[in-house]
């Protein structure tokens, strides 16, 4: 049916659809029943350019943000899959301004890594949201081949065709959006579809990569906090937004919370396996990058020069450092990284393995929620250091059970009568990571062998004192037999 809004003209049905009972056991959702929910582009712009050194080249935040090393080493990408980024948006653009951009600011890129491909039809016009994202993931991962997935429009059923056509054709093994919407206000069939997929690109090891929106904590629009998707979804990394303080001299002279940094809780998914938070909903965002439009970014569209902030510039620019992450990687013989929340939770949080991969922001807010010590919802577990975190994300690590579950805590008494010591073994989940704490006392002095199912997994000492402890990674002992 047809129906009119605030002026705006859109068809959708008046009532559910029904499938016969066989049918509907098999279809997760019907699409493409209405027209009128569409997603926003999550930039903050344009601003007129003033002036030389009003706005981010891209060599700033590769000083900035530390890529240079990798730059030094080697690592700017390159046109395997692991390294490819899928843009993910609507509309197209004239190849013209991204290619000029790249120019500019002494970026080697051959056209041949830039690929785009129209969904339904002709490659529409030119809009600034996918001209900024293709400038930016292009500036930061110079050798990085790009596919341009572009809709016909902003419709939120377009885009689940446009992820599904993403991880379908599984070209690329990072995917950046730069578009979302109030996650309320989506039909939970369009939400339902959409993890679906998201759940296939994890299977994958493809990385989903969303702005968190700029609209503060309030992306419903209304008096309460709410979240934008599909930045809420636990299976995509949300990039909130910061504000940058940076000197003539390109650096850092300080960094805060952004006040229009999308953050929060999702009110429409669960708490993810690897949240630190054992609270009930998904906690988002995950890391940051400026997004500030008063310390904004250069901008080449329509062949005018802009200034542009918003959190639509952290996601292809993290997008990027993703990249250079599975290049490392790949020459490491690892696969590429995938769902990436829960490494990255382990490298802010994991005091044993601390690398400076992350740096925390602990000042601002988006209105609601301040940014504090550790994670925090404007700016999730801070900004990148990329060289530092290309490089923790490349080292190989233990073995990661993703089960949920609390913190189990076993007494276990020796079986041999002349042993009046004691076990103690804790299982604790952290950042998805199952960790096996073992501790002994009152034992002689000696060699101990820890024993799952009568399977060996870990040898540990007692001293004179009677004591010993040691700590295994990786692996779940719930529903185990253990034995010393």
Not at 374 to 381: M, R, V
Not at 432 to 438: D, S, Y
Request: hydrophobic share 40%; charged share 20%; aromatic share 8%.
């Amino acid at each position: 049916m047809s129906f009119e809004q605030e002026g705006v003209a859109f068809f959708a049905s008046d009532r559910d659809p029904t499938l016969p009972l066989p049918i509907a056991a098999r279809v997760l959702s019907i699409q493409g029943l209405e027209n009128y929910i569409r997603l926003r582009a999550n930039n903050s712009g344009p601003r007129t350019v003033s002036r030389k050194g009003h706005a981010l080249t891209p060599g700033n935040v590769a000083r900035l943000y530390n890529f240079e090393p990798n730059y030094e080493a080697g690592i700017l990408g390159d046109a395997k899959r692991s390294s490819t980024i899928a843009i993910a948006t609507a509309f197209g653009l004239d190849p013209d301004d991204p290619s000029d951009f790249w120019q500019t600011f002494g970026i080697d890129r051959h056209s041949d890594l830039l690929e785009i491909i129209p969904i339904e039809g002709a490659v529409p016009d030119a809009v600034d949201e996918t001209t900024l994202d293709v400038e930016w993931a292009g500036a930061m991962a110079p050798n990085s081949r790009l596919l341009l997935y572009s809709a016909p429009d902003c419709y939120v059923s377009t885009f689940t065709k446009l992820y599904d056509r993403i991880v379908t054709d599984n070209r690329a093994a990072v995917m950046t959006i730069s578009w979302g919407h109030c996650e309320e206000a989506i039909p939970q069939t369009y939400l339902d579809q959409t993890h679906n997929i998201f759940q296939m690109a994890a299977a994958l090891g493809i990385t989903v990569v969303a702005a968190s929106a700029d609209t503060g904590a309030f992306a419903c629009d209304s008096t309460g906090p709410g979240v934008s998707y599909p930045a809420s979804d636990p299976l995509v990394l949300a990039v909130g937004g910061t504000t940058l303080e940076f000197g003539a001299d390109g650096q850092r002279l300080g960094e805060r919370a952004w006040a229009s940094s999308g953050g929060g809780l999702s009110c429409i998914w669960p708490s993810a396996f690897w949240q630190m938070s054992f609270g009930r909903w998904r906690q988002m965002a995950d890391v940051a990058l400026n997004a500030d439009p008063a310390s904004g970014y250069y901008v080449l569209y329509d062949e005018r020069w802009w200034r542009y902030g918003g959190t639509s510039l952290g996601a292809p620019i993290w997008a990027a450092l993703l990249a250079l992450t599975n290049q490392r990687r790949d020459l490491a013989g690892q696969a590429p990284l995938g769902l990436a929340a829960p490494a990255l939770c382990d490298l802010a949080s994991d005091p044993i393995s601390v690398s400076g991969a992350l740096i925390d922001i602990t000042e601002g807010d988006n209105g609601y929620y301040a940014a504090t010590r550790g994670w925090d919802p404007p700016t999730g577990w801070g900004i990148p250091d990329a060289a530092a975190l290309t490089a923790a994300l490349a080292t190989d690590a233990a073995s990661v059970s993703v089960e949920s579950g609390i913190t189990l805590v076993t007494y276990l008494h020796q079986v041999e009568p002349s042993v009046a010591g004691m076990t103690r073994v804790k299982l604790v989940r952290h950042c998805g990571r199952m960790r096996l704490h073992v501790a002994v006392r009152g034992l002689p002095a000696g060699f101990y062998r820890l024993a799952m199912d009568d399977a060996p997994i870990l040898e540990l000492a007692a001293a004179h004192d009677g004591r010993g402890a040691a700590r295994i990674d990786g692996i779940d002992a719930r529903g185990k037999t253990l034995s010393l």
